[in-house]
């Protein structure tokens, strides 16, 4: 599939394990067909959410097939491929689109913390060998470096480079990214849930969501709505989602959003070690906000 642009929504998917930490292949599958059933534009397998740090490299690639091999055409496949080594980066970029991805999600270099010319060296390195269609990913919170809002527009230029992910909680931020390449084909995409109907509002394109796991049909029509210009359905779905858009943060992302899978029968809701399964008493909690969503009305 040829990716025109990114727009719309992008479920950062989680990947099940079972409870001996082997991958649960069948549910993966499972998992990427129910998403795309419920309209999303797009899948993302092995990102931060779907624990990309433990699996090896060719775990890594195994699930970027699996997702292919259960939607086939009918969704762009968005491959985590990141790195804190530009070779590796590299290596499993190449890895992901002879897997048939059909874009690429590359998280900064973390632990490293490079300079911003170094930030910008290791973009280049992928871009200009792997020609596929990229998104540059900002998440200081985990990566301990920001990726400079200059940076950020400098790899706008390059033909391969097409979006930019930000989780960096910063609104300002992403405002001045959206400003300083709106005239480009270039996709500003929320990284954090909170932020998805503000990004959208000062020019974001779409999200690569958390919360799109557990409910992608409310999220694609908050996203949708306000693509649209339909702010004031888009707003109500944002606060139909808040309560779990929070409670998917409670612990460090992805326990709450596996334990959310869990318990809508989605998945086994295990994670790797040294993740844990989500605490008692906000499982309890969880439970609570998941009940209050009612289920989603599908036309026909």
């Given at each position: 599939?040829?990716?025109?642009?990114?727009?719309?929504?992008?479920?950062?998917?989680?990947?099940?394990?079972?409870?001996?930490?082997?991958?649960?292949?069948?549910?993966?599958?499972?998992?990427?067909?129910?998403?795309?059933?419920?309209?999303?534009?797009?899948?993302?397998?092995?990102?931060?959410?779907?624990?990309?740090?433990?699996?090896?490299?060719?775990?890594?690639?195994?699930?970027?097939?699996?997702?292919?091999?259960?939607?086939?055409?009918?969704?762009?496949?968005?491959?985590?491929?990141?790195?804190?080594?530009?070779?590796?980066?590299?290596?499993?970029?190449?890895?992901?689109?002879?897997?048939?991805?059909?874009?690429?999600?590359?998280?900064?270099?973390?632990?490293?913390?490079?300079?911003?010319?170094?930030?910008?060296?290791?973009?280049?390195?992928?871009?200009?060998?792997?020609?596929?269609?990229?998104?540059?990913?900002?998440?200081?919170?985990?990566?301990?470096?920001?990726?400079?809002?200059?940076?950020?527009?400098?790899?706008?230029?390059?033909?391969?480079?097409?979006?930019?992910?930000?989780?960096?909680?910063?609104?300002?931020?992403?405002?001045?990214?959206?400003?300083?390449?709106?005239?480009?084909?270039?996709?500003?995409?929320?990284?954090?849930?909170g932020l998805i109907l503000p990004?959208?509002?000062?020019?974001?394109?779409?999200?690569?969501?958390?919360?799109?796991?557990?409910?992608?049909?409310?999220?694609?029509?908050?996203?949708?709505?306000?693509l649209d210009n339909e702010y004031?359905?888009?707003?109500?779905?944002?606060?139909?989602?808040?309560?779990?858009?929070?409670?998917?943060?409670?612990?460090?992302?992805?326990?709450?959003?596996?334990?959310?899978?869990?318990?809508?029968?989605?998945?086994?809701?295990?994670?790797?070690?040294?993740?844990?399964?989500?605490?008692?008493?906000?499982?309890?909690?969880?439970?609570?906000?998941?009940?209050?969503?009612?289920?989603?009305?599908?036309?026909?």
């Open positions: 599939m040829t990716l025109s642009e990114f727009r719309g929504v992008y479920p950062a998917m989680t990947t099940p394990f079972h409870e001996n930490g082997s991958i649960d292949f069948q549910t993966l599958r499972t998992s990427a067909q129910r998403l795309a059933d419920a309209g999303v534009d797009g899948l993302v397998p092995v990102g931060s959410t779907g624990e990309s740090a433990t699996l090896s490299h060719d775990e890594h690639i195994e699930v970027v097939e699996a997702v292919v091999d259960a939607v086939g055409d009918e969704v762009p496949i968005i491959a985590g491929s990141g790195s804190n080594n530009t070779a590796e980066a590299l290596s499993l970029s190449r890895r992901s689109a002879d897997a048939g991805a059909d874009g690429l999600l590359l998280i900064s270099p973390y632990y490293n913390k490079p300079e911003p010319a170094g930030m910008s060296e290791h973009y280049r390195t992928v871009a200009d060998e792997v020609d596929l269609p990229q998104i540059v990913y900002n998440v200081p919170g985990r990566t301990g470096r920001n990726i400079e809002v200059d940076t950020a527009v400098e790899l706008a230029a390059h033909p391969n480079i097409r979006g930019y992910k930000a989780a960096s909680g910063d609104l300002a931020q992403v405002s001045e990214v959206v400003e300083r390449t709106r005239d480009q084909e270039f996709s500003v995409l929320a990284g954090d849930d990004t959208l509002a000062v020019g974001g394109r779409g999200t690569i969501s958390v919360v799109a796991n557990v409910e992608p049909g409310r999220t694609v029509e908050m996203v949708h709505s306000a004031e359905r888009a707003r109500a779905v944002h606060h139909e989602l808040g309560p779990l858009m929070r409670a998917l943060f409670w612990e460090t992302n992805p326990i709450p959003v596996n334990e959310a899978m869990a318990i809508r029968g989605y998945g086994p809701g295990h994670v790797r070690s040294p993740l844990t399964r989500l605490s008692e008493n906000h499982r309890d909690d969880l439970e609570a906000v998941l009940a209050d969503l009612e289920p989603l009305e599908v036309d026909g």
